[in-house]
Every structure is written in structure tokens, then in C-alpha cells.
């Protein structure tokens, strides 16, 4: 069983930075390739960035290229996303998610390969 817990979220103008947190549980958190996604008002959950289960490959979505940056650190369990630039429409409630399933050292950027998701952080950027 893994747990994500994220954090950092909140309110923030145009053009301003936050970085969000992802805390993972479980021993084998080295193991887990890990991603966000976001989901604004009445859209569909999308994907924004991934990372591999070594740090070394990741992958940000054409749309947040350039402002938005993935890292973890294994030894602490933790996912990490730096958001510079931020524009409205980045309003989204954010997730973590997990692959626990899947070896090798790759990153994804289909929902459907993650198995663990967390509950969610809001981020508003006002105009």
C-alpha cells in the first residue's frame, strides 16, 4: 500500500512561483516511477510532468515546458514540482501519483499506468 500526501498549494498572482510536495509512504518508494496531474474546474485530469524511479529521465507536458520542473529525492520519499511563471490557466487541483507495477526505469505520461494517486492540492493563479 502506498499513501501520497500532497502539499503547497494556494493563491498566487500571475507570474509567481510555488512549489508543490509530494510525501510517499512505504518502503520501496525508490521503486515507484512518479508523476503529477492536474484537473481544472470542468475539465479532464491531464498530465503535467513525470519522473523515473531514479530521478534520471523526466518529462513535462508542452503546456507547463519551460516553467515547470519535476524532482524527487528518493532517500526522503519525496516528489517535488517548482511552477514558475504561473498562469491562470494553471488553476488546477493537483495529484501525485504512483506506478508501482511497472519495472524498469521509464517515465509515463498515461494515467492509466499509475495505481496510486493522492487526494490533491489546489492551486489558483489570479490574473
Known amino acids: 500500500q502506498v499513501f501520497l500526501v500532497e502539499s503547497g498549494g494556494g493563491l498566487v498572482q500571475a507570474g509567481g512561483s510555488l512549489r508543490l510536495s509530494c510525501t510517499a509512504s512505504g518502503r520501496s518508494f525508490r521503486n515507484y516511477a512518479m508523476a503529477w496531474f492536474r484537473r481544472a474546474p470542468g475539465k479532464e485530469r491531464e498530465f503535467v510532468a513525470a519522473i523515473s524511479r531514479s530521478g534520471s529521465e523526466t518529462y513535462h507536458a508542452d503546456s507547463v515546458k519551460c516553467r515547470f520542473t519535476i524532482s524527487r529525492d528518493n532517500a526522503n520519499k519525496m516528489v517535488y514540482l517548482q511552477m514558475n511563471a504561473l498562469k491562470p490557466e494553471d488553476t488546477a487541483d493537483y495529484f501525485c501519483?504512483?506506478?508501482?507495477?511497472?519495472?524498469?526505469?521509464?517515465?509515463?505520461?498515461?494515467?492509466?499506468?499509475?495505481?496510486?494517486w493522492g487526494q490533491g492540492t489546489q492551486v489558483t493563479v489570479s490574473s
Open positions: 501519483a504512483a506506478n508501482s507495477q511497472t519495472g524498469g526505469d521509464s517515465i509515463y505520461t498515461n494515467r492509466r499506468y499509475y495505481d496510486y
